[in-house]
DNA sequence: ATTGCCGGGAT
DNA sequence: ATCCCGGCAAT
């Protein structure tokens, strides 16, 4: 998406001159706060007229037309970004609104606009910048008002001196930080999100700071978002929408789809979705895939395996290196959360197809695989017992949205069971799978999530499987018996593990190798019983 | 505690 | 593929 052109056409926020009301012909200068369009029904003042709505120095708001006024010092520049900014003023047709409300919109937009206003500053030059005044009593009343977001850019745009050749990498990244907000901003709700940047300080540095004050660090891309971050470990409870993630995603992927392009990126957007939109709102197809990082008290949620292993990586892990280097270890400390907006009993039914093996949250305790995050900072003792508890994590998310349904997909191998074959014995060689001699067994094996969209998992059949009463018609004690199991039936069944004990075969109630031969004439037994698999020899 | 055997590692 | 074993669950 062209981030800068779009950004380039807007004026809000630029500094102008207009003429001195008192005609003694000192210019005065202005921050454009808002463009209204005359349209076609004020036909004297010809097509399009513009009208600005600029904040002076001395904190009154006055119009001014297209003409009275000029950007910068370089009046024929103006006119170009002027004319053609009309279209992101929401002050038209809202004229009579509370200025905070539109200007809360405005900002939004805003913020889409600071790099534009770089640029317009570059050409503004400092000469405009310096004639700004002291700000003293009244003028602080009047701006108090103003949008904070709106103070923001103009903090940046007219207190920082960016010279050109700066612009590469940081440039960059806030072009990127700035797509994702538009994109975020128009996707969400229109709560106001307040920014946080003290206001106070904005409106002192605005006039009449123009080199000290806000300092950009890293174009704000880490600083600005960092509040989610500290607030986000100590609360677990926080509200997280996934929602906004879900329609933030979207957007996102294009620039996941390179080399990550930076920390601050993933950090941000599972900050940004953490503190975005309090609200979530409802999605139609809002089956969306999130990684929750299950390291204790952290909980946080990104929206990208690659983020969520790299904060796992250098978070809590300690290490620097880049992905490359990833062992994968980070993959036990993560899960992924599948967010339904549907009602509960959708979800359910609409999930089976999607992901089969998605029903307990973490795996289960007693797994060896997933070790505690022993070499966390100083190892406080009572991590370990925690850590098994990690779905209880979940809990206060979904708390705090009760309308989505969460389901924590763990993806890990070694919970899937292996395909469910389905062998026939007795006539001689099965000649394949493709046999469809056993109606509706067969055939569900394969299934393939056609109606949901794109997902490529290519998930292993569920593990439920009833063992058919072991007909073993001819039974013969001969060893070379094969290694297959008589007649299991697989069925499939849409939550796989709710009936988990099932998964495993009852206990055979009849003679075993081992009972038969004991433990001394192992040799004698069958091969499975041998390999501690389950006897082929005395099946009951 | 014993036993069956699943899941997975080693070769 | 074969062999082995840790560990779970049923008994």
């Known amino acids: 998406m062209h981030t800068r052109r779009l950004v380039k056409r807007s004026i809000l926020g630029s500094r102008v001159y207009t003429p001195s009301p008192t005609g003694d012909g000192a210019p005065l200068t202005g921050v454009v706060q808002a463009v209204k369009q005359q349209e076609n029904r004020d036909v004297s003042t010809g097509p399009r007229r513009n009208v600005y709505m600029v904040l002076m120095q001395d904190g009154s708001l006055k119009e001014f037309s297209e003409d009275e006024i000029a950007v910068g010092f370089n009046q024929t520049t103006a006119k170009g970004p002027l004319r053609s900014s009309l279209k992101q003023s929401s002050w038209n047709g809202r004229g009579n609104g509370s200025p905070l409300q539109s200007q809360t919109t405005e900002a939004r937009k805003g913020e889409a606009n600071s790099l534009s206003q770089e640029a317009v500053k570059g050409e503004r030059g400092a000469d405009g910048r310096r004639t700004g005044r002291p700000l003293d009593g009244p003028e ?16 940046v745009s007219s207190s920082i001196d960016v010279p050109h050749v700066r612009k590469s990498e940081e440039e960059v990244d806030m072009e990127k930080v700035t797509a994702a907000m538009v994109l975020t901003s128009l996707s969400t709700s229109p709560l106001v999100r307040s920014p946080p940047v003290k206001v106070s300080e904005c409106l002192n540095n605005l006039w009449k700071d123009s080199g000290g004050g806000f300092t950009p660090s890293s174009y704000s891309s880490r600083g600005y978002w960092s509040w989610s971050g500290p607030s986000d470990q100590s609360n677990p409870s926080t509200p997280s929408p996934p929602l906004s993630a879900d329609s933030f995603k979207p957007f996102r992927m294009p620039s996941i789809n390179g080399p990550p392009p930076d920390d601050a990126i993933d950090e941000q957007d599972g900050s940004s979705l953490l503190f975005d939109e309090p609200i979530p709102r409802k999605r139609k197809n809002s089956m969306k895939v999130m990684f929750k990082c299950l390291w204790k008290n952290c909980g946080k ?33 993560y899960s992924e959360i599948k967010l339904n907006t549907d009602s509960v009993a959708d979800g359910l039914s609409s999930l089976s197809p999607v992901s089969p093996s998605v029903l307990s949250p973490i795996p289960p305790p007693n797994d060896r695989h997933r070790r505690p995050p022993a070499e966390g900072s100083n190892g406080s003792s009572g991590n370990k017992e925690n850590h098994s508890h990690a779905h209880s994590n979940t809990t206060p998310l979904s708390r705090s949205a009760p309308s989505a349904l969460y389901l924590i997909h763990a993806d890990h191998a070694y919970q899937a069971t292996s395909p469910v074959t389905i062998p026939f014995t007795g006539s001689g060689s099965d000649s394949g799978p493709g046999s469809d001699s056993a109606p509706g067994s067969a055939a569900s094996t394969s299934f393939t999530p056609s109606s949901s969209s794109n997902f490529s998992i290519s998930w292993q059949s569920p593990p439920v499987t009833f063992t058919g009463t072991a007909v073993s018609p001819t039974h013969s004690r001969t060893q070379s018996f094969g290694e297959q199991r008589p007649q299991t039936i697989a069925v499939l069944s849409s939550p796989p593990r709710a009936t988990g004990s099932l998964s495993r075969k009852s206990r055979g109630e009849g003679k075993k190798c081992r009972k038969v031969y004991g433990m001394e004439n192992r040799d004698m037994w069958c091969t499975a019983c041998r390999w501690k698999k389950a006897c082929q020899r005395f099946t009951d």
């Open 301 to 333: 949620v990104l929206s990208s395996a690659i983020g969520i292993q790299r904060h796992i990586r250098t978070v809590h892990l300690g290490r620097n290196c880049d992905s490359d280097c990833s062992d994968g270890e980070e993959d036990f400390y």
């Open 140 to 155: 602080r009343d009047h701006t108090r008002s103003v949008s904070l977001l709106e103070q923001k850019r103009k903090v």
